[in-house]
């Protein structure tokens, strides 16, 4: 995927901040133990020694062989010594490594000319922390979701008690996000406005990025503000906005049908949840609208996909902002 410069800038100065931190404090160790122990000095020279004469050797010839197998004794005993010093001093045996957080590029980005994997995971992360930053996320949790706001008698038009019905969806929820997996279902919240789903959605969301996931969190009318900006204006580019929100660990989005409603909206909403069904990544998506009125809306070819394709929660009760 593309990232916008900035996120390449912003990659970069971590990597190189890591770096610099690593072999800073790496000195540090080093000049305190080469103080209590100046033997440690001597046994590095000599190794600094046999390097540079092993490396000489490689041009040499036939007696080159036998000669670099020489210097490495040299080299390994000078490097034993070291350690040795170390370990019998009470030090790990490793003190002085420098403890870089990447061991395979030492904190270049870069290895034998290729990007290294830990630059790839950085800048994948920093565009899902600016993503998210602009969606009003503040997380709820389970344990504030108070069922005793629900009615506890029978609802004579559907025979459930509200009560029970949604502390079953509390608990599902609750399990769905601890045993959360890219591999997740999907699911469909919907019910009147102020009856949770937000909450809930947001505590699953609180539980899965706690468990080191991608997580996409917006709601409808801002991120298809967004998208629309960004196709029709100039600037950040667009594509980029939709791979993350088709390949994101989990994307929940909240308030569908509050947005204003465009045929590019509806195009966009199509590709996004077309796309996460296609690689069976999850999605979990909140409205106010019944399946019936989604159907609607948004014509049979897209509701069908999170109807039929997603676990449907239904949730009943009185607004629960009224009731408090
Ligand atoms: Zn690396």
């Known amino acids: 995927m593309a990232y916008s410069k900035k996120i390449h800038l912003k990659a970069k100065q971590i990597l190189a901040e890591r770096k610099d931190t690593a072999e800073r404090e790496q000195k540090l160790r080093h000049d305190e133990v080469c103080l209590k122990f100046p033997e440690i000095l001597a046994a590095e020279k000599e190794m600094a020694r046999t390097g540079a004469e092993a490396v000489k050797a490689i041009g040499m010839g036939a007696d080159a062989e036998a000669y670099i197998e ?19 001093n009470g ?20 290895r034998d000319g290729y990007v290294c994997d830990c630059y790839r995971k950085l800048t994948k992360a920093l565009a899902f922390e600016e993503l998210s930053r602009t969606s009003p996320m503040q997380l709820s949790s389970f344990r504030d979701f108070n069922v005793n706001y629900y009615p506890q008698t029978t609802d004579p038009e559907t025979g459930v008690v509200p009560r029970e019905h949604m502390s079953n969806i509390l608990r599902f929820c609750q399990v769905y996000a601890d045993g959360f997996t890219p591999k997740a279902q999907s699911l469909l919240m919907y019910g009147k406005t102020g009856l949770g789903k937000t909450h809930l959605s947001l505590a699953i969301a609180g539980t899965v990025i706690d468990k080191g996931y991608a997580v996409i969190y917006d709601s409808a009318p801002n991120l298809m503000n967004k998208l629309e900006k960004e196709h029709f204006g100039r600037g950040q580019n667009s594509e980029d906005t939709m791979e993350m929100l088709s390949t994101c660990d989990l994307l929940i989005l909240d308030d569908l049908g509050a947005e204003f409603q465009t045929s590019f909206t509806v195009s966009a909403l199509y ?14 998506i909140s409205t106010n609208l019944d399946p019936q009125a989604l159907e609607e809306k948004y014509t049979e070819r897209i509701a069908s996909r999170f109807i039929g394709n997603y676990i449907n929660l239904g949730f009943c009760g009185n607004d629960v902002r009224q009731v408090k």
């Open 70 to 88: 020489k210097i490495s004794k040299i080299n390994l005993a000078a490097q034993s010594l070291r350690e040795r010093i170390l370990t019998e």
């Open 91 to 110: 030090y790990d045996k490793d003190y002085l490594k420098t403890k870089y957080t990447c061991e395979n590029c030492r904190d270049t980005g870069a």
């Open 271 to 284: 590709n996004i949840v077309n796309n996460r069904l296609l690689s069976s990544l999850p999605t979990i």
